[in-house]
């Protein structure tokens, strides 16, 4: 089933693609228009200070020497520090980590949990008038901006109702030993819950109509024809044998979404207060903090790629039609 | 005879009809040019402004587009193109915020228009007039608060005859409490600051089984460093857990804090004593060692940067005992008190000094310092700080001015929409960042009842400013005509809603001693425009205005 070769070709393409991607981000921030300095103009800004903060951000040395000490800095796995912040680039990315996987795969879950069920019952009701009225409103959901569902949510359900607190990760005043204390309390999924549900709310649109558009296909199939034949009940059918197919590329989708799990999701962060990864590398990049911005989409990439590989493999298992055996 | 005649009539005629022509072909057509502003987003009322201006300088001949684009590009342009022949911007929106240390008029007298600061620091429209800088170096030497009035005035008055800048407004700071969790007027308003203050901190009252004062703030704090100028909103921190020896009290002077009284021994020579008692927030004493360690730190620009300018001034400092320090000034600085002493944070010798001592040498500096424990004197106590998401303070009871409150929290909220409904469901008792549309606030306060809102006019100010190192803006009849054609009643009215007072000088009327009474009252209009351009020899053509004969631009 395995092919070491074709593999080991595989895993190199990956790290070509990572070098290729960080160079486009090196020197995509430094011809951006824009300079990690504006931030520090101010009435008294002196030569002096500009002159050694140039040196500190390392602008002084030419491109190319930045760029040198950029690749070796990173293979070592040292991003620097922020321009802004002054911490460790990978302290501030650890930081911010946990809430934005945590928020976004609790929002992955339930999409892809409910999207799979909807979906599937939805291609099992073809051509009735349950599904006339769903998916225009399954399509409004993917469709409508997530601000304005999120808006509506704060203002409904916490404002008006105040069922959920309007925003961060606590209560105003609250303290915690760690960030592990912090992820095992009760109010942080309070304030959880609904930021996820509109990020599942928006998110669900996907699976849904994935796994429907695939059961529709798998349903036409003569296994399927054959199986009625047989007398299997409409839920094995269901079920066991035309789910089970349809799945698969929304099997894909799910890994793939969690590597995008990791960006966090900048507007719902921006909404609900959220303190991810989206709303940090959104910052970085209109400050023009160099360092964060490059540590951070470097980060993103080596995950989402990382992803895509292990949803090549994944196939292996799943889908015994695949195997990277070679030609002879 | 007759021949003659008309041979002189015809040379006559010619010669004033070439003159004519060769003087109509001189005359040179003025270039289009963008108005640079930020976007409709990031600043509605000024944006709405430059559109307004826009349309104005248009009746007058000129073609002007504006440019928005987000800050970071437009301060580029203006700040490091200044000078850059090609590429160099002509108008841009600028704006000056309220700070504490702004209560003094030296910052912006002096930073804005000087020469010195005009290559490289913030004179960056490039204002060069000798006759200033004497007033500027003047109102600084000038100890005597009524002789530097006189100054400060001459420089107000001197600027809006040369039209430095198109002052626009001062606009009014709205700050909102909740008059259900502290006693209604408990807030104390400081000049051009508004309620948003420590002496605010410190005295408003809970009430109805509050404790806290929750605060929130639309942007990321980046630092909470007592060596770190790192952001408006992080120095609302560092201001209440690290004392000064002076404050700006709500009158906008500099008085005495943790300094218990000082003393001008000659114009450069300042003896400031310490008050007896007071203690850092591990428990040990405060002494005059701390206060000329706090002073001597930033003297090292590598290790302390950031507040190196400030104490720059100081040629030495000696320890008289009985808790007094003696500072030598190199020259005499009237804004020494406002600038420095009321500036500098103290901080513990004992805690801070191993550390920056560690520093040396490394390429790191002070604003790296990242440390668990926050060590000040200040009124409030640094308990926690979740990045992006809250800090929490705590009162200091042994304090000589404890405040009322038990603790002091501030909530990163990102979005203006969420703090508001957080701050009227009472999540956040006290709206300290409110950056959306003020109408929309003063009808909240209107419908809700319990909501006591204070506007007050801000000590920072919003302008037009124009690269004066480029034609036409080196003729001061063409910025005068520019500024005069701009309406400030519908500056006012139509980009700020009302919620702004005219402006036309850069010191705020909220600083009411150093105000020059009427400077924000002049006519303007597009007529007045019109005859300033013509006295002083543009001409319109074809609906362009062009410059007078012989006068060219380069570019």
């Given amino acids: ?328 | 005879m007759v021949k003659r005649l008309t041979t002189i009539m015809i040379g006559v005629m010619s010669s004033i009809l070439i003159t004519f022509f060769v003087n109509s072909a001189t005359a040179e057509e003025i270039r289009s040019m963008k108005l640079w502003a930020r976007e409709q987003a990031a600043g509605p009322a000024p944006h709405t402004a430059a559109l307004i201006i826009a349309q104005t300088l248009t009746e007058l001949g000129l073609d002007i587009s504006v440019n928005a684009v987000p800050w970071p590009q437009m301060a580029d342009q203006v700040w490091y193109k200044r000078a850059d022949p090609e590429s160099s911007w002509d108008l841009t929106m600028w704006q000056m915020v309220s700070r504490p240390e702004r209560s003094d008029p030296d910052e912006f007298t002096y930073n804005l228009f000087h020469s010195s600061t005009a290559e490289k620091g913030y004179n960056f429209i490039g204002y060069v007039d000798p006759a200033y800088d004497s007033l500027a170096e003047e109102q600084r030497r000038t100890m005597d608060p009524a002789a530097r009035k006189v100054l400060i005035d001459q420089a107000q008055q001197h600027l809006h005859d040369t039209a430095a800048n198109a002052y626009l407004v001062h606009p009014l700071l709205n700050f909102a409490y909740d008059n259900t969790q502290f006693k209604d007027g408990s807030a104390i308003e400081q000049a051009g600051l508004g309620i948003k203050n420590i002496w605010t901190y410190l005295n408003i009252e809970p009430i109805n089984g509050n404790q806290d004062i929750v605060a929130q703030s639309l942007d990321e704090i980046q630092a909470i460093n007592p060596f770190f100028i790192s952001g408006g909103t992080d120095s609302w921190i560092t201001e209440i857990v690290w004392d000064r020896l002076l404050r700006i009290a709500p009158d906008g002077t500099a008085q005495p804090w943790a300094a218990e009284s000082f003393n001008w021994v000659n114009e450069q020579t300042i003896d400031v004593t310490l008050r007896s008692g007071m203690s850092w927030h591990d428990g040990q004493p405060v002494t005059s060692e701390d206060v000329i360690f706090s002073f001597e730190a930033p003297m090292d620009a590598e290790i302390v940067p950031m507040y190196s300018p400030f104490v720059k001034n100081i040629e030495s400092m000696e320890d008289l005992g009985n808790n007094t320090v003696r500072f030598n000034l190199k020259s005499a600085n009237a804004a020494f008190l406002t600038s420095s002493l009321a500036k500098l944070n103290l901080v513990p010798k004992h805690h801070y000094g191993p550390m920056l001592e560690a520093l040396k040498g490394t390429g790191n500096n002070a604003e790296t310092l990242i440390e668990e424990k926050r060590i000040g004197s200040g009124p409030f106590k640094f308990v926690d700080w979740r990045l992006r998401e809250q800090v929490i303070l705590e009162a200091n009871s042994n304090h000589f001015n404890p405040p009322k409150v038990k603790r002091w929290i501030m909530k990163e909220v990102p979005n203006v929409e969420a703090s508001l409904g957080m701050f009227r469901k009472g999540e956040v008792n006290f709206l300290t960042d409110y950056k959306g549309d003020p109408t929309v606030l003063a009808n909240i306060v209107a419908d809700d009842g319990d909501i006591t809102l204070v506007k007050s006019i801000d000590v920072g100010f919003q302008y037009m400013a124009m690269n004066q190192r480029r034609a036409p803006f080196d003729d001061v009849n063409f910025r005068r005509a520019l500024s005069l054609a701009i309406d400030r009643d519908v500056m006012v009215n139509a980009a700020w809603n009302g919620n702004a007072v005219k402006a036309g000088s850069h010191v705020s009327p909220a600083l009411s001693y150093y105000h020059k009474q009427g400077i924000s009252e002049f006519e303007t209009g597009v007529d007045l425009a019109k005859k300033i351009l013509s006295d002083a020899g543009y001409t319109l053509k074809g609906g362009r205005l062009h410059y007078p004969e012989g006068v060219s631009e380069k570019y």
Avoid at chain 1, 60 to 66: A, I, M, P, R, V
Avoid at chain 1, 234 to 248: D, F, G, K, Q
């Fill in chain 1, 1 to 328: 089933m395995f092919d070491f070769w074709s593999i080991l070709r595989r895993f190199a393409y990956m790290l070509f693609v990572m070098w290729v991607v960080a160079t486009i981000i090196f020197f995509m921030f430094r011809l951006m228009p824009g300079s990690p300095l504006t931030a520090f103009i101010g009435t008294t800004f002196t030569d002096e200070q500009h002159d050694l903060l140039v040196q500190r951000f390392g602008l002084d040395k030419s491109l190319f020497e930045q760029y040198s000490l950029f690749l070796v800095n990173t293979l070592k796995g040292d991003f620097g520090l922020s321009f802004t912040y002054n911490k460790p680039v990978i302290d501030m990315i650890i930081e911010a980590l946990p809430n934005s996987i945590i928020l976004t795969l609790f929002s992955l879950l339930i999409a892809y949990i409910f999207g799979i069920i909807a979906g599937a019952y939805l291609a099992w009701k073809r051509a009735t008038l349950i599904e006339g009225i769903s998916i225009p409103i399954v399509l409004a959901t993917r469709s409508a901006p997530e601000f304005w569902l999120g808006m509506i949510a704060l203002a409904l359900f916490s404002f008006q109702l105040d069922i959920f607190p309007s925003g961060g990760t606590s209560a105003p005043g609250v303290i915690y030993a760690s960030t592990l204390d912090k992820l095992l309390s009760i109010d942080f999924y309070h304030h959880l819950i609904l930021p996820s549900l509109v990020l599942a709310l928006y998110l669900q649109g996907l699976p849904l109509l994935l796994m429907r558009s695939n059961m529709l296909e798998v349903m036409q199939e003569d296994f399927i024809t054959m199986s009625k034949m047989k007398g299997l009940s409409s839920w094995r059918i269901v079920i066991y044998h035309a789910a089970r197919n349809a799945l698969l590329p929304v099997a894909t989708a799910f890994t793939l979404g969690v590597g995008f799990a990791f960006g966090g999701n900048v507007v719902i962060e921006t909404v609900f207060s959220w303190p991810g990864l989206g709303r940090l590398l959104v910052f970085a990049v209109s400050a023009s903090d160099y360092p964060l911005a490059q540590g951070a989409f470097i980060f993103l990439t080596g995950i989402l790629i990382l992803m895509n590989f292990l949803a090549d493999l994944m196939y292996l298992f799943l889908d015994p039609r695949v195997s990277y055996k070679t030609a002879n």
